[in-house]
């Protein structure tokens, strides 16, 4: 409308100066028949009326033209786009003097229209549409279609068996509110989702062991892979696929749970083992030669490692059945790091490698469970003993950050991790294929470690170049960020370690 009245206005304008000036040309004529050249009143009136026969004729033209030509314009860009007049040119909008704005908002609004399709050609992407619905729905896989708005609008009849749904449940729903998937790492689907519509205009992703826990169906665990694409034409941007994997990664969890049986019933022979050896060792210190020496050390070692995967198996089968509870109470953090790095010398030394620990003197108390924290440390400096060669230092650092945690690295200078193999370093079992044969270990450490800082409110994270080593890190909070919730507790802050980890959204419902 702004556009249009600028346009009336300059028509009133050019109008009003048109008639201004006849008025003009006939009073000046007038004027000088009556005074100068004292022509008769009916000669004037015929003259004049005359003259201004001739100026609307002569003028008539040019105004027409100028109202007009706005039309011209938009009337050339309909023809432009009008089926059969490929030949007409598309006015030149640059040129435009009058009304410049409006004709320009309606040339692009014809263009507009013309881009859409004709009802052949509308009919045809209906039918195309009806075709891959039909497609869709047949598939043998879990697919699931929805829409910029996060809404389902389409999915195989295999995803509705394989989430136990009807249609009715899950069209017109986001499809983590319908459906109740735990990822084992924060990067889950919905985030993924949030992440594409912010910063992506094509995209894809793949989840592996994700847990689908529907009502009244046994767990079900599957690998994901969705794909994005911005504004699709036919209004679908997400789809995502689920891999059944339940068979599979069920033998895995039982293999675990074996284990972890087998493990508890091996602790006690091991707990007496490493008794007679602390005995040995106190009753023979100072009469071993260094060979019968180095060779206690080393069933010292022994038995403290097995101890260790003792641990973690049983571990890690708590936190798959969500059983692992930790009690965080206020903690020197200087002391518990210094002295689990301690423990850790003759293990260290037996490997030729040493462990310096630098601590700042600002840390404040930590909210922590001992017992746990120490678990990570170890599993940490045993990874950098593992992958450290004969002589390397491993540097332990502990200081404030800038946003008021407590962070805590272990660097070595060994063999360091393949960009390709960082990212999955946290799942369960993963191993470095080009290490897995030459350093033995479970897969687990690394897992039960995130778990475990995670619990604790902190992040674990690596930096590795190849050939050159890693450094692990994680964080912790001081007791001073968690003093209400330590306050309450008359035994501390308790929380659970698990590795699954629910939509935000299944917990706004």
Known sequence: MDHFQKLTNQIRLRLFGTLLMCNVVTIGVGFVLDRVVHVPLVGTIAVLLVIGVGLALLLS??????????????????????????TQPAPDLAAIKQGKDLVNALAMQVYQLASKENPEEEANHRKAIIQSSNVVHHLPLPLFVFNKEQIVVNASEAGLKYCNLESS????????????????????LEKWIEDCQKNKVTDTAYWERVHVRQPNTELR??????????????????????????KQYNRDDDDISFIALAVHELRTPLTMLRGYIEVFEDELEGKLDEELNGYMHKMIVAA????????????????????LTLNLSEGNWKDILTN??????LKAQVHKNTITVTVADNLPVAAIDKLSIIEVINN????????????????????MRNDGLIETTFTDHGVG????????????????????????????????????????????????????????????????????????GNNGIVRNAHGWIKNHSLSRR
């Open 61 to 86: 033209g040019p105004l027409t033209t100028f109202v007009l030509k706005p039309l011209r314009f938009v009337w050339q860009a309909i023809l432009h786009v009008s089926p059969g007049n490929s």
């Open 169 to 188: 449940q899950l069209f017109g729903k986001a499809l983590y509110e319908s459906i109740n998937m735990e990822f084992a790492t924060p990067e889950t």
């Open 221 to 246: 665990q599957c690998d994901i892979a969705a794909y994005y694409n911005r504004d699709n034409p036919s209004g679908t941007e997400f789809i995502v696929t689920m891999f059944d994997r339940t």
């Open 304 to 323: 403290q490692q097995l101890a260790a995967f003792f641990n973690n198996i049983l571990n890690v089968a708590r936190i798959e059945q969500n059983q």
């Open 340 to 345: 689990a790095c301690n423990d850790l010398n």
């Open 380 to 399: 940490l400096i045993d990874n950098a003993i593992k992958y450290s060669n004969e002589g390397d230092a491993i540097l332990v650092n502990a200081h």
């Open 417 to 488: 991790i393949p960009p390709n193999v960082v990212n999955n370093l946290f799942y369960k079992f993963y191993r470095n294929h080009r290490t897995a044969g030459k350093v033995g270990g479970t897969g687990l450490g690394l897992f039960l470690s995130k778990a475990i800082v995670n619990a604790h409110g902190g992040e674990i994270w690596v930096q590795s170049k190849e050939g050159k080593g890693s450094t692990f890190g994680f964080t912790l909070l001081p007791a001073e960020k968690l003093a209400a919730e330590l306050k309450s």
